[in-house]
Every structure is written in C-alpha cells, then in structure tokens.
C-alpha cells in the first residue's frame, strides 16, 4: 500500500518532521508562512491527513474544498479553529494533543500571574527606555501571592496543574469555578474550594485564570458584566483561548484601576492584539507561548503522529476529539 499522503500546514520540531517523514509520503512547509484558505481547501482534495494548527482556520469551506483528507491531526490541544461539526458531516476523524502541553502552559500562567503581580513587563520597559531612576521603597510596588486567592476557570489538568504551582509553590489558596466538583483527591491535595457560580467566584479572586475551551460556548464568558463581579484590585490571567474574554470591558477596567492587571498569552483573531491594549501599562502580552518549549513541542509532534500512525493500521485513535 503506498504510503500515506500528508500535509504539515507549519514548521514543526525537525525531530518530528524527520520521524513523519521516515513512514509517511509528507509534505512540509519549508517557509513556515501561514497557508491561505484556499490552499488549505485545496490540500482537502489532495491529501489524506492534513495536520494543522491553532494558527489555521479548518473552517466549514476548507473542509468542504475536497474528499480526500480522512484525518485532521492537530497539533496543539484546543480545537476551536477546526469545524467539528463539518468535519464529522464528511467523516472526517479529528485528533488532538492532550496531556502533553500540560505543564507547560501552566508554567505560561504562572509566569503571567507573576510578571502582573510584581508589574515585571512595566519595571523592564522602564529600565531598557533608560528611565530607571534608582531603588525607592515606593517604586513599582506590586501585590505579594501568599494566602491570595486564586479562582480557576475550568478545572481541567492545566487548571489544576497551575493551581499545583500556585498552591504548593507560592502558598495561595484555591477556588474553581467547574461543571462539577473536582476528585476528591485533588480537592485534599489542592484544598480547592468548588464554586458552582461563576460570579461568586469572580468575586472572591484576587488572580482569575481561565482554562476553559474556546468556542461558542464560552465566548466572551468573561464580558463587562463578569469583569464588574471581579474584586476590586484583582487580576486576571488568559491561557485558554482569547475569545473568552471581552478586551475593551477589560482594557477600561485596567485604564480604571478596577482590576490591578492582567496577563495574556492569547487573542481573538492572531496574531492580532486588541488594539486597545497595547498602551495600557499593567497588562503583560505574551505571543501565544503557553506549550513553546522545546520538548513540549516535540512530545505534541509525536502524540499528532501517533494518532495518524494508528490512523494508518486502521487501529482506533489515541486521542480523537469527534
Ligand atoms: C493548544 O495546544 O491549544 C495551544 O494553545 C496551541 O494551539
């Protein structure tokens, strides 16, 4: 049988590009550009598995563009880009990478809760602008973590493994918002306090970090209304998806001095950053890094090209998201 037929829509690890291209007939992107839609519908009528990213939007008329393509195996985690619904239309399989970028993004959202609580974007700015005037006790006084309050948003692994680092690292009580309760056992460990009203927890917080999916369920879950439940003071941290949260209720109710700051890794329409946000001084802006290590990118590869190795066999696959 000859061999699968494959596109790789980014650069991936040379690693993973290497051990795809050693079993499968792949075709890569050697430049890295972004594709356009009409090349990703294209790709639809000539390939058998496409694997895109976060940065391609799978959309119904990509899919519709062919009917050869029988996986999508995304690499990365979230899947609100890929229309599932158009997808399953054509019986089309899509896979996911979970598990695998788990500490990594909860490592992004402890980087964001830091670098916002002790104003570490606003201090490094200051000094490469040459504006740094010398040690006072009142410069860029920030809030301290210990015995603060963190409210996640979803409870789910990277939740729970950023609630981990929070909790036993920094001694900062837990609170989560979730459709139900977490297992006892991480409950204990974490002592996490299940909040089944999102409000109610919006206003216990002192740091709210979101780790719901995207998508139509949550969009803009986190609207002028919830920033307004928000405790005065507060912060709020994004490494779920950018379409959970309204960024002109946020970007006033920083410019306000309702909420202390916020920290964000991801936007609506990347790699477009709300405009309003780009002059506000106490919000960090990261570029999408949440999994952007190096061997976090290279097990993503590898759990993608394990689901269309099994994909191959006919075998069932590891990690289907339809
Ligand atoms: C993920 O895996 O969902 C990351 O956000 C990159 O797509």
Same mark, same amino acid.
Request: glycine share 10%; charged share 20%.
């Given at each position: 049988?000859d061999?699968?037929?494959i $596109?790789?829509t980014?650069r #991936? ?10 079993q499968?007939?792949v075709v890569?992107n ?5 594709l356009?839609q009409?090349?990703?519908?294209a790709a639809m009528?000539?390939?058998?598995v496409l694997c895109?990213?976060?940065s391609?939007?799978?959309?119904a008329?990509?899919i519709g563009g062919?009917d050869?393509?029988k !996986? ?11 229309? !599932?619904?158009?997808?399953? @239309?054509?019986g089309?399989?899509?896979?996911n ?6 500490? @990594? ?5 402890m980087t964001?809760? $830091?670098? +916002?609580?002790r104003r ?11 504006q #740094?005037? &010398? #040690?006072r006790?009142?410069h860029l006084?920030?809030?301290?973590l210990?015995g603060?309050? $963190? ?9 729970q493994?950023?609630?981990?680092r ?6 900062m009580k ?13 409950? /204990?460990?974490? /002592?996490a ?5 999102l ?6 917080a002192?740091?709210?970090s979101l780790h719901?999916?995207g998508g139509?369920?949550?969009a ?12 005065? &003071?507060s912060?709020?941290i994004n490494t779920?998806?950018g379409g ?5 209720? !946020?970007?006033a109710?920083l410019?306000? &001095?309702h ?7 991801v936007?609506?329409?990347?790699? /477009?950053v709300?405009?309003?946000? !780009?002059d506000?001084?106490n919000?960090?802006?990261l570029?999408?890094l &949440?999994? @952007? ?5 290279? +097990?993503?590869?590898?759990c ?5 190795e ?7 696959l590891p990690?289907p998201?339809?």
């Amino acid at each position: 049988m000859d061999a699968l037929r494959i $596109l790789i829509t980014r650069r #991936w690890p040379v690693e993973v590009e290497r051990a795809m291209a050693a079993q499968f007939d792949v075709v890569l992107n050697e430049g890295d550009k972004p594709l356009s839609q009409a090349d990703l519908a294209a790709a639809m009528g000539e390939f058998d598995v496409l694997c895109p990213t976060v940065s391609d939007r799978i959309d119904a008329d990509v899919i519709g563009g062919g009917d050869r393509v029988k !996986l999508i195996a995304n690499y990365g985690v979230g899947f609100d880009h890929i229309d !599932l619904a158009a997808a399953k @239309a054509k019986g089309i399989a899509v896979t996911n990478t979970p598990g695998v970028l788990t500490d @990594a993004t909860a490592d992004i959202a402890m980087t964001l809760l $830091l670098m +916002a609580a002790r104003r570490a974007g606003e201090g490094e700015r200051e000094l490469r602008a040459g504006q #740094w005037s &010398g #040690w006072r006790p009142t410069h860029l006084v920030g809030s301290a973590l210990k015995g603060k309050v $963190l409210g996640c948003v979803g409870f789910g692994r990277i939740a729970q493994a950023t609630a981990r680092r929070a909790h036993h690292g920094f001694g900062m009580k837990v609170a989560y918002y979730a459709r139900r309760p977490a297992d006892e056992a991480v409950a /204990q460990e974490l /002592q996490a306090e299940f909040t089944p009203d999102l409000i109610n927890l919006l206003g216990k917080a002192d740091f709210v970090s979101l780790h719901v999916p995207g998508g139509a369920e949550t969009a803009s879950m986190i609207d002028a209304a919830a920033i307004a439940a928000m405790k005065p &003071g507060s912060y709020l941290i994004n490494t779920a998806r950018g379409g959970v949260v309204d960024h002109a209720a !946020l970007a006033a109710a920083l410019r306000s &001095g309702h909420l202390a700051g916020a920290g964000l890794d991801v936007y609506p329409a990347e790699p /477009q950053v709300p405009a309003e946000l !780009l002059d506000i001084e106490n919000v960090v802006l990261l570029p999408h890094l &949440g999994s @952007a290590n190096s061997e976090t990118r290279i +097990a993503m590869g590898m759990c993608a090209m394990a689901n269309v190795e099994e994909f191959a066999k006919g075998a069932e696959l590891p990690n289907p998201v339809t």
